[in-house]
């Protein structure tokens, strides 16, 4: 059985006073690449390095020994080979170095070899009071602080709302390297690795108490403790949305994982019924996982499932009416009011109904408009396409989509407590002007599909919720 | 019932020997835009504009009536206010020239009125022997010639192995919009509106026959005659794949469908067996129509369904497996040999497996290649991403991801006969030169569940062709 521990002695993995790299050098790899970064992200006077070696790296001295490294460091990162490490913790642990990254593979997920160091480690964890996250990860990020031991660019270190849990390192890094791209930025992140220590569950209570992380979001190859998993995410999902994507769906994929970090995944049936169980919103794809995380970190959650769609592509608007049905939204028929606005200014052409196709009418603003106050709505989604033809007219004519959209600024602010999504297509210079244009407050998806399921993913997390009460 | 036609009456369609437009006029819109589209394509000296106010437009004489129009059209373009159509077909008509393009909207489409007009125009094509694509569709592309009354840019002329057909216009229109950044490249294109005259069923009777389309994908919102597609679809795919989106799955999606190109779209359940029993290739989202373009036109069919699969993620390695194996492939042992040439070169912590995560080791290359030779596996699906640090390390040394993958370009040729599919994710600069390193003829699909169910397609699809010998 598991020792109880506190959520808190977690906090110098995202707010250490100090950071000792042991392992840093001078050839290819992350032992050069970490200490360039940490002085990149302005941790350089904080920042201690150890390598046998000796000599100096980057402007720093490196340290022979652990037991040399002066000041008052209370983190360690540790990228040494994985029959070293063992070593490493029972020196970290008499220089009173308590929380240690270690990113070096080689262990569970390699065999029985690497199951008997990762065991002989943990032992030594156990036995010292060390707190350890990995082996096999890249490690944490905060981006309050700009502390990351994942080197990413600079932009992924906007902070943001979301918290994401990793459990993949190479996974993590390539997630995070993305994520800023894709309109997601995040509080924390945490790639956990063979989890010799610290895993999900622990990690889902910090962020839970954490006052910058409002979604969390989690890649699961299998839980480290089902009973633990089912109560950890109950108490959280109560007050923050928990995002998941399960890799280990099928037998072959479960044999993948196991070979990968060293997880036993266990059948899905039991964790679909666990997510459900729990609130937690189970994502199926990867590309889903991060819409999910996009729109609950900027979307309010709707009070009911009544979908209005605005559209200036039938064939589009038909598409994501199918994937709302079927992920349980509904689209009523428009109120008498709302209906009578729109046809005020509609051409005679235009079927005015829900999905409400604008067609090239150019009467987007007030459709969305009017949608966004009808009372019979809950949420709104947007299709806004527009043939490069016509974007091209714009462009000669200076015309930016700014201009075009200019009043829909103001739209967020219309109706703050419905979710309102843009669905578009086509041509990359109009998809990349229409973002800019819409701002980091309505998310921009490239698939009406996916955008419907992400509307439906937060009338089904709210019911979890209101069921509750 | 529906009188038999030659398919071989499209022709003009797509090689019209020269043009009319009706209703080209100077106020913005189509009937300005596509005259000056098609001085771009080169069709300026084979061009003839109509309008009843007559004067000059981009350097080009005006005509009044039809009936004045000198030289020698075989096509015109209508783009008039609905109720002027009928009497612009009797005058094409009375002019000599029998192949239409209709793309005014206002017809069935709006309701009752506007399905009167349209019965009309129909009546009138039928009893003039006139061939008419529309109304409500913005027409036609044929690359090879560089005819298209859709204005799109340059380089979705490129001329490629992808016929289209979408029953809409302006999503048509989005779509070859983004065709050609997706690596999809197209031969003709037909937007069919709400099909007065020229159905689906004629189209792929001339793609079919169409020596340039190798690969023909569909967007339909119901079929025009259920049975006659039936045999059609039959006909086509036992030799060309077609890929169809069908919209309407859900009874809110069939309405939308009604009111926007008049189409019954009926029940899914007898669309999902036409296609199984066609052999027809069913795309469950818009992505994934795409995916299966860029695929189908640019890969082999597989002998069997069993896949390789090397990445340097385990988890991406994960997802794709789980992804693969619910689609109906399976990931077989690899055969001694291959298993022995990767041992030789694989770092010690390597699990030497279907899937091969390769990790950090570099050792890509190898494994593709070592799967490709494989003679257990028929079909290989390369994971290639690296965290944004090691990227831009290689960028700071002047490594480009193409110097890092030179020898990738053999890949292809080591073995023709066998499917091979990139995925990729993460940072976008990453992305677009992996996308350009790799060329034209490996497609990088940003999903691993994208890649796994289009290589699962293809392998339905060529088991379906071996059942008809």
Redesign the interface.
Known sequence: MRRETDPQSLKPFFEPREVVIVGARRS?G?GF?LPL?LQRQGWGDRLYLVNPAGGELHGLPVYVRISEVPGDPDLAVVIVP?EAVSGVLEELAARGIKNVVVES??FA???KG?KELQERCREIARRRGLRVVGPNC?GVVNTENRFST????EEALTPGPVGVI???G??G???L??LH?QGVFISKAVTLGNRMDVDECEVLEYLHADPQTKVIMM?L?GAAEGRRLVKTLRRVTADKPVLI?K???????R???A???GSMSGEDELYEAVFRQTGAVRA????ELVDLARVFSTQPLPRGNRLGIAT????????A??????AGL??PPLSPDTEGRIRAIAP????V?N?L?V??SGAYLPAMKALLEDPGIDMVLSIM?????VF??FQLRGVSVHDFLGSAVGLRELAPEKPLVACS????G?LEELDRSLGPGIPVI?????ASRALAALHRYRSFREKLR
Request: hydrophobic fraction near 40%; proline fraction near 6%; aromatic fraction near 6%.
């Open positions: 290819p992350f690449i970064a994985a593979a080689g997920e390699v065999g690497g890249v994942v080197e990413v660019v990793a459990q993949s190479v996974f890094n390539i997630l390297d993305g791209q890649y190859e994507l890799s280990g769906r099928t037998a072959k994929g044999e993948a994982t070979s990968h970090t199926e794809t990867l590309e200036s592509s039938g064939s589009l608007g038909a598409l009416t199918d994937a709302a049905a079927e509904v689209l005679r052409w235009m079927n109904r999905p196709d067609g090239p396409v527009m043939p490069y033809a091209r007219e297509l086509g041509d990359r109009f490239t698939s009406p599909e996916r």
